[in-house]
Structures are given as structure tokens and as C-alpha cells.
């Protein structure tokens, strides 16, 4: 049957359409592609942040800090490589100013100036150095800082430089030799020191009757700091840590130190203290840490000491405390360090405490005195040994004396027969 020439016509229409149907498919595929080729959005608000002040960026330049890239977000990782100099900023317009500066295994052919320092420190309240010990300290410090940190770094610091840094808050210098003729003469003008930490710094004189009301933060440890505790410091209400460690300060430990009500961590080791732990030391509620130990402190140890609830570390070692330890298995338990070694007045109950716990100390016998401790047995065994080994040896000698003449007089009648016999002998072959 053949068809009508308009329904062949149509059909022919029809077909190509069907047919390209297929290769309209992939249309979709260019609507996707441009999706990852939108997500570069950071570069375009890193590239909107505004530019370092000009005159901060040749400060940077004069310290060798590579100012290529904007120095402000470029943050070393800790794989980086010494030496490292971390630079922070604000976020101002229209330019950004540093506002933080932090040095790091120091070149030795770097060189602080004044005068960079100077264009900096309109905006600088922190400035800090760690472990450069070459490196010379600069001739004037901005007085805006409000954070100073040296650490293993400078041949020495002047004290007078760093009175200067009269709007401090926090100051850390530690194995950083200081010279000056005391503390006072570093403090007087810090009327907002919050922080203060001068250790290992050959610091030497007394502790200041002074102390400005802000402090939080003391360690004075590793010095050459003489005489006694201020009164002074326990009027710090707000302190939380005091370390007086490793000086000479001497006297005994003032009642009033219970006032320090926010304290958490007394460290008042290795010093020339005597006298008794005060009980006032019970009235401060969140103490974690107490250390007391290398000095000259005497009387018995507080019972009071075991009902510290906050107490985690307690050091006691090489005083000249006597009498029975009042501390009982649950108490120590809960320590995380105890160490009461070196007081050899000291003992400690043996129906309390097993000697398992190695304190360091002898057990009590019933008059609440120390055993001495009983001899080894390599020692006593050797005593033993000696005077069995003389007796024997005695012995010996009684014994073997009657043998050694019966042996003698055997051997002088042996010769006298055999002479007798040899002369019978000569006088027969004589005749």
C-alpha cells in the first residue's frame, strides 16, 4: 500500500528530530563545570584586607622580616625552620598596624633597632624574644607596650630599661642576667603589672615592702634574693601564684599568708626558712600546690594539711619536721606528689601507712620516736662472718700448734734412728 505523499512528508519531518533527541543529552554538563571555578572566594578577601601601614612596613623591611607577602598572615608553622618572626595586626582602615611582634632563635646577624621599634610602637603592645641569646637588647623599648618577654635571650637587661615600660601589665624575663640594685627600683612605676616573672635572672637584695594591688602572677624564683617575706605580699588578694623558689630568703613564713585567699600555687622551696608551717595556710581554699621542701622549717606537720581539699602537690622533703606523720592512705592516695623524705626527726605510723608507700621517712615505734632503721643484713652478716673467721682462725692456730710439735719431734727421732742405724752400718763395713 503505498502512502499518501503529505503522511511521507511528515514522517520525513518527524525523523530527524527523534534521532538528534540523543545528542541534546550532554547540554547539562556546562551548567556544572563553572561550579569549582567560583570557589576561589578567600584570595578575594584576603586581597580586600587592608595594607600594612607604610612607614610599619619599612620597620619590618629594616628587621629583616620578609615583606613580600603581607607579614600580617603569614603565621610560621611549627615545622618552620629557625629563625622565626611572628607578626601580628589589627584590622583597620585604611591601614593595618602591628600589633604584635615575637622573635625566635634570632639570627646573630640581627639587629633591633631603635628607630624601628620607635615606627612601630605607636600601635606594639606586646614585643617578646625567646632564645636569643646574642642578640643585643635595643637602646630604648617603646614605652606602649603593654607585654615584654625575654627569655634565654640578651647578654644582660638593664633594670632602668625596664622601668621604663611604665604601662606594662605583663613582664616575663627569665635567664636573662638583670642588673640593678633591686626590684623596687623595676616596679615602682608599674602601677598596672598584673604578671611578674624576673627568674634565673641574678637578681639579688631584698623583696620590695611594696606591691602594687593588681598582681595575679609572682616568680621571683632562681635569684639571689634575701631576707624575709614581706607582709606586703600577703596583701595581694588576687594573687594566684607566688614562686619565691631557689633565693636565700630567710625568717620564718609571716601568719599572715592565709590572706592570700585566690591563692592555688606557694612554691617557697629551696631557701633558708624556719619555723613552723603556719596554720593560717588552712584558710586558703583552692590550694593545688605546696612547696617547702630544701629548707630549715621545723615543729610538727599540721594535721590541718590533710583536710586541703584542693591540695594535689604536696613537698615537704629535707626540712626538720619531727613527730608522727598525721596523714593517713586516703590522703596520699589523692596527691598526685608527696614527697616528706630528708626530715629524719620524722616517722610515720606503721598502722596507718605500709611501708609500700616508700616515704622516705622510718616508721614510729610506741613512743612516737623513729626506728632506727635495722640493720642490713649484709651488714650484720658480715660482723658475724669477721668473728666467726677470727674464732675459727684461733682455733686454727690452737689446733694446729700441738701437730705442728708431735710433727717435730717425729722428724728429730726419725733422723736420731736413722743416724744410729747409719753408724751400725759404717762400723760393720769398717771391720
Known amino acids: 500500500m503505498k502512502l499518501p505523499l503529505p503522511l511521507l512528508l511528515l514522517l520525513l519531518l ?18 556544572i563545570s563553572p561550579v569549582p571555578r567560583t570557589s576561589p572566594t578567600p584570595p578575594r578577601t584576603s586581597s580586600s584586607s587592608s595594607p600594612l601601614d607604610p612607614k610599619q612596613l619599612k620597620a619590618l623591611e629594616s628587621l629583616n622580616i620578609p615583606t613580600l607577602r603581607n607579614p600580617c598572615d603569614h603565621h610560621p608553622s611549627s615545622s618552620s625552620k629557625p629563625p622565626t618572626t611572628v607578626v601580628t595586626c589589627d584590622t583597620g582602615s585604611p591601614f593595618r598596624l602591628v600589633t604584635s611582634l615575637s622573635f625566635t632563635n634570632c639570627s646573630s646577624d640581627l639587629s633591633i633597632s631603635s628607630t624601628a621599634l620607635k615606627a612601630l610602637s605607636p600601635s606594639l603592645p606586646s614585643l617578646s624574644f625567646h632564645n636569643c641569646p646574642s642578640l643585643s637588647p635595643p637602646p630604648h623599648l617603646p614605652d606602649s607596650l603593654h607585654s615584654f618577654s625575654a627569655v634565654s635571650s640578651f647578654p644582660r637587661l638593664s633594670g632602668l630599661s625596664l622601668a621604663r615600660l611604665v604601662n606594662l601589665t605583663d613582664i616575663t624575663v627569665s635567664s636573662v642576667p638583670v642588673s640593678t640594685s633591686g626590684l623596687f627600683v623595676i616596679l615602682g612605676n608599674m602601677h598596672d603589672i598584673v604578671s611578674l616573672t624576673i627568674s634565673h635572672a641574678n637578681l639579688s637584695g631584698n623583696i620590695p615592702k611594696s606591691f602594687h594591688s593588681n598582681l595575679t602572677f609572682i616568680d621571683l624564683s632562681d635569684n639571689l634574693i634575701k631576707g624575709p617575706i614581706p607582709t606586703s605580699i600577703t596583701l595581694l ?8 623558689s631557689s633565693n636565700s630568703i630567710s625568717g620564718e613564713i609571716p601568719d599572715s599568708i592565709g590572706d592570700l585567699i585566690s591563692l592555688k600555687n606557694l612554691s617557697l622551696s629551696s631557701n633558708k626558712l624556719s619555723g613552723p608551717i603556719p596554720d593560717s595556710i588552712s584558710s586558703i581554699p583552692d590550694l593545688t600546690h605546696l612547696d617547702l621542701s630544701g629548707n630549715q622549717l621545723n615543729g610538727t606537720v599540721p594535721r590541718f594539711i590533710s583536710k586541703m581539699k584542693s591540695l594535689k602537690y604536696l613537698n615537704l622533703a629535707n626540712n626538720a619536721f619531727h613527730g608522727v606523720l598525721p596523714f593517713n592512705a586516703s590522703f596520699l592516695k589523692k596527691l598526685e606528689v608527696f614527697k616528706v623524705g630528708g626530715n629524719s626527726d620524722l616517722c610515720y605510723n606503721h598502722t596507718v601507712l605500709s611501708s609500700k608507700m616508700k616515704l622516705g621517712i622510718a616508721p614510729c615505734d610506741k613512743h612516737g620516736l623513729p626506728l632506727s632503721p635495722p640493720p642490713r643484713k649484709e651488714d650484720s652478716s658480715s660482723d658475724d662472718d669477721y668473728s666467726e673467721d677470727d674464732s675459727s682462725e684461733k682455733k686454727k692456730e690452737e689446733h694446729h700448734g700441738p701437730n705442728k710439735a708431735v710433727l717435730g719431734v717425729a722428724i728429730g727421732l726419725s733422723s736420731l734412728v736413722f743416724l744410729i742405724i747409719f753408724m751400725i752400718l759404717l762400723a760393720k763395713w769398717c771391720g
Open 14 to 31: 518527524l525523523s530527524p528530530t527523534t534521532s538528534a533527541a540523543p545528542s541534546l543529552s550532554p547540554t547539562p554538563s556546562p551548567t
Open 237 to 244: 588578694s588576687n594573687l594566684k601564684a607566688l614562686n619565691l
